[in-house]
């Protein structure tokens, strides 16, 4: 692991990491954010997924995540959104596929297969690193990501409950394998049986059996990707006869921003801690 | 004035707009967050100077002063750091002169003298600009910054006590007139003669007689800027002898970065609520 950058903040430290993965079979870049608790003890680490053309830098910058996290002891790990590299693939004119838009799926499609396998990075490799280098307790973990990333986090918990005690989301792509803006990359990474984009649709997940205790989910009302890419209310229906709990808020004048993000932070932060001790 | 976006966060709104500039002749971008009080009566109002290199822009992303000034009812102001346009001289390969480098002083030598009046700008027509567009109380005006920014705010409080009832910097450039990174930028703006520097330098404006009643400065250990450009001792022996307040803290381990800044932002606005009322 290379460390690229490590500034103190808030008591804590900011770090830029980079590794060579091999599930994407490239160099991937990260940001963890350890909070002065970790000095004395393990402490219970978060996973933030990113939305859409993000990196591991955007919500490091304007996330806004730092002075809560310090406050509750939480370790903050900040992945990239997609492998990259010269030699991965990319549709340089499309934001929505490629590069910046790894859906946290594992590809089965060429030419994606061999390095879009985001799912198999969260989930196995970054973990196993992320253990053996910080002082996290891998019994106390939470994940909750924006946008892309909400779909990252909630499909991840719900296909691993027993790994996760917490997760909520900001804006996220309920069901994806219906959204105007991700059917198209479903399409190219796991090919045109739709049977197989099931496990990493939130709510095709539910309707197929998985479950994970409750979700936080803030949205706001001015978001210009509500209609046709969020739609929130699809989950609440996938839930209804189920034991899954949510809290869902909707915020006026909210639009899809870090503006957004950054404001119910907090709330998230705080979320998450209560749930994991 | 132009609206180039606008968007909710804390409550409040975050804004960015642009002008065209008397003082600087080109069209000027600043950044302005209204807290939710402003809905319902004028607001005290603080100007956030930017340091070297920087826009409206940065701050605006990573200085997390929202969530406080939110709390406060505090509308911050954040404008550019120099003039900008094709039309605007500029030493496109010397960051600490020119575009981004305007030091917060009115040039008097060519080819800067014709735009380079960030002075005249921040204290005279910005200002009136924001009286005009904002909920504004422009008898609670507090200023801050950060390095070059830092320098442009105390100087900024030095020449004008009887308008700012607070004044506070990170990390600021307290001697610019006998600093590495500012001699040269001083000299082309302002000529030989350093006689004529002394109104744009806190310490040299101490030692002429000014007076502000007192400060908070932040200062990281860390910062590698520290020894030769920063060096708030000077400002400390230049008050000695004064009615002047000081309160100098140094921060180990901090750096002259945004998680420095973003760490002491809440102490900042603090500050400034206790003495704007």
């Known amino acids: 692991m290379k460390i690229l950058s490590q500034n103190t903040a808030f008591g804590g430290m900011q770090g830029v990491f980079a590794h060579d993965s091999d599930a994407c079979k490239c160099e991937m870049t990260f940001a963890v954010f350890v909070p002065p608790q970790a000095v004395l003890e393990r402490r219970p680490v978060l996973w933030y997924l990113s939305g859409l053309t993000c990196t591991h830098q955007n919500v490091m910058e304007k996330g806004e995540y730092r002075r809560m996290a310090a406050e509750l002891g939480l370790i903050i790990v900040c992945p990239d959104t997609s492998p990259r590299g010269n030699d991965v693939p990319d549709e340089l004119t499309n934001w929505k596929m490629g590069k910046g838009a790894g859906m946290y799926l594992d590809a089965t499609q ?17 973990p196993a690193l992320v253990a053996e280098q910080f002082r996290v307790d891998m019994d106390r973990q939470g994940i909750f990501g924006h946008s892309m990333g909400g779909h990252g986090a909630m499909t991840i918990a719900l296909k691993n409950p027993e790994r996760f005690r917490s997760c909520s989301a900001f804006a996220p792509i309920v069901e994806p394998s219906t959204a105007d803006w991700t059917v198209d990359a ?11 984009w099931r496990e990493y649709d939130a709510c095709a997940l539910v309707a197929d059996g998985a479950r994970f205790p409750e ?38 004048r ?8 950054s404001t119910f932070m907090d709330d998230h932060l705080r979320w998450h801690a209560e749930r994991l001790g």
Chains 1, 2 share one sequence.
């Open 110 to 126: 060429e030419p994606w297969a061999e390095n879009y396998r985001m799912y198999t990075y969260i989930t196995e490799e970054l």
């Open 215 to 252: 979700f936080l989910i803030d949205q706001g009302s001015a978001d210009s990707f509500l209609e046709n890419g969020l739609r929130p209310w699809l989950f609440e229906d996938a839930i209804k006869d189920t034991e899954i709990g949510l809290r869902l808020r909707m915020h006026e």
């Open 186 to 196: 479903f399409e190219k990474y796991l090919g045109p049986d739709k049977a197989k």
């Open 254 to 261: 909210y639009d899809h921003s870090y503006y957004f993000i």
